[in-house]
């Protein structure tokens, strides 16, 4: 069993800061004073770099010339000069304040190998630049009241580039393009806390779970709600995945339940093998295979097709490796059966999986609470976010599993985060009570323009949902 819930407590830094009025608003924290470096107040020249000799000529050439100017043609005039600069005597500096570079040594291979260099050259391709990964979160955001819970999924990236993040019993959308915020839906104290939160494919319809074993489906474009799905779950939904039109949804009763939300009857399938609480949810990008992690510190990899035959289980691999809850799960995106799953604070490892033969990869021991995975869409890196006692997020290079950044602010363990529709950005909230967003991926790419086609989505075809 994993840490869970913590009470809620003033920490010392909100009890530092005047409290914000409304949430997701800027938070700007204090810079340290930098001290200034010293500058010296003279410069001294080298006397070895020095022509004595050229600088005689030039202070003698000078005074001749006051006090010739007047028998000097102007053809002869025009001759030293020309002169002058042949010789390369036309310099006006004296004074040297740092040595000459060596002159380079002429290689007797110089010659011989000019051509084979030459042709070389242009074979070789230049070492791809080191890409620049910023140290800090580029902005940060006020998150009052967000549960700290690592059972929770509370925060999520639409595909119109809107971020949704559950704060209590309230679940605010914050528009990255433009910065508005605006409140989506608040629910009763009967009914809440918020317990997940997750985007339809379409960017427009957004699942919220709640405590009392409810999910509720809302149109965040005409801020309503269209139904609400019941009957499935005996107590809270902490984790929500979608497959299209199929809204797959975990429980702390250790359920599993595949919604088809374009029908009334909605329940479609059921999956039982947690035998504690649903944590972690993800379809792979081909939508026939799905990761359920679980505080029963287990791992499963259901598949679609299996889950409607007569197979004796349901699930395609029982995975029993990791020894604390498993909440963090990715699927790769240019390894279709690849998955990366994290590991609480018992355990603090990342392990890889071929899904299709159930082997365990590789597993790195990260010394921390393992929170969230995410993939990078260009590049084959990991991003893991963690607890305890750094609660930094760290950038991974795989498949060597070298460290290529270690990012720090966060003051409280992050649980949730979530990646911007061009892979670029990652935003990761926290206990500490902040929303932060770091360019940990890079400069998103100019995609060549193409035809628009309009994301149906799984509502496509419904004037209503009952």
Same mark, same amino acid.
């Given at each position: ?131 620049? +990964? ?71 319809? +957004? ?14 474009? #005409? ?82 097709? #299996? ?32 998955? #990366? ?126």
């Amino acid at each position: 069993m994993d840490a869970g819930s913590v009470s809620p407590s003033l920490s010392s830094k909100s009890q530092s800061r005047v409290e914000a009025s409304f949430p997701l608003q800027e938070y700007f924290a204090p810079r340290p004073s930098c001290p200034r470096k010293t500058v010296g107040d003279r410069f001294i020249p080298v006397r070895s770099a020095m022509d004595f000799d050229f600088a005689r000529s030039v202070l003698m050439e000078s005074r001749n010339e006051k006090e010739n100017s007047s028998m000097v043609s102007p053809s002869k005039e025009a001759y030293r000069k020309q002169l002058a600069e042949a010789l390369n005597m036309n310099r006006t500096r004296i004074l040297a304040f740092k040595t000459k570079p060596p002159t380079p040594v002429d290689s007797v291979f110089q010659e011989t190998f000019s051509d084979c260099n030459t042709s070389a050259h242009h074979q070789v391709k230049s070492p791809k630049p080191r890409r620049y +990964i910023p140290q800090t979160a580029e902005r940060t955001l006020d998150a009052p009241e967000i549960v700290d819970d690592y059972y929770l999924n509370l925060l999520d990236w639409s595909s119109s580039n809107v971020v949704a993040i559950a704060l209590g019993n309230t679940v605010y959308l914050w528009d990255a393009a433009s910065g508005s915020t605006s409140e989506l839906l608040t629910i009763d104290d009967d009914s809440g806390p918020v317990t997940s939160v997750s985007w339809a494919p379409d960017g427009r319809h +957004i699942a919220v779970g709640l405590n009392n074993a409810e999910v509720q489906l809302w149109d965040s474009t #005409a801020n309503k709600q269209l139904r609400t799905l019941r009957g499935g779950h005996r107590s809270r939904v902490g984790a929500l995945s979608w497959n299209q039109h199929i809204l797959t949804t975990g429980g702390m009763d250790g359920l599993i339940i595949n919604n088809d939300v374009r029908v009334r009857n909605h329940i479609v399938d059921v999956y039982r093998g947690h035998q504690q609480e649903v944590c972690g949810l993800k379809w792979s990008s081909s939508g026939q295979q799905l990761a359920s992690g679980g505080n029963d510190n287990l791992l499963y990899i259901w598949d679609r097709s #299996a889950s409607s035959s007569n197979s004796p289980t349901q699930w395609l691999h029982r995975l029993e490796d990791h020894t604390a809850a498993v909440k963090a799960l990715a699927w790769c995106p240019f390894q279709s059966n690849l998955l #990366a799953s994290g590991g609480g604070t018992g355990d603090g490892c990342i392990k890889f999986w071929n899904t299709h033969t159930g082997a365990c990869l590789n597993s790195v021991d990260t010394g921390s609470q393992v929170c969230s995975l995410l993939w990078s869409k260009s590049e084959r890196e990991l991003l893991s976010s963690h607890g305890f006692t750094e609660n930094q997020l760290t950038l991974w290079k795989y498949p060597s599993m070298v460290k290529m950044a270690e990012l720090t602010g966060h003051t409280s363990r992050v649980l949730f985060m979530a990646q911007s529709p061009d892979g670029c950005t990652v935003a990761s909230a926290a206990g500490d009570e902040t929303l932060r967003f770091w360019n940990v991926f890079g400069i998103p790419q100019v995609a060549k323009p193409a035809a628009k086609t309009p994301n149906l989505g799984p509502f496509a075809h419904l004037s209503h949902i009952r």
